[in-house]
């Protein structure tokens, strides 16, 4: 399971959270920090990674599309990357569950 975080969240998260998710990438790693959202869903898609992200751009392109690949949405504003990470952490088995679920599109964490 590998996560490609969107150019909202800090690139910092692919390290911290390298222990639960190994494989992952920041959108900038793959150098689309700029690049339009149907270029990084195709990528996702491509390459196997759920998009990760603040904006609810991705749950939108999800719900008209279907997966893969897979969204999870962080629904925090302004909160520190330290806050994500323990917010991703607190979640890992909910996020295996979403993985895992086949008919699941989008998964919305507080």
Not at 39 to 51: N, P, S, T, V
Not at 53 to 70: E, I, L, T, W
């Amino acid at each position: 399971m590998k996560l490609l975080f969107d150019q909202n969240l800090s690139s910092k998260l692919v390290k911290a959270l390298a222990d639960l998710f190994p494989g992952s990438l920041h959108v900038k790693d793959l150098g689309m920090e700029q690049e339009d959202d149907r270029l990084i869903w195709e990528r996702a898609k491509q390459d196997g990674f759920i998009i990760i992200s603040k904006d609810s751009n991705f749950n939108q392109r999800a719900v008209v599309f279907g997966h893969p690949p897979k969204v999870i949405q962080i629904k925090r504003s302004n909160c520190p990357t330290k806050q994500v990470e323990f917010i991703v952490r607190g979640h890992f088995d909910s996020i295996k569950r979403f993985d895992d679920d086949s008919q699941a599109n989008c998964l919305i964490l507080y």
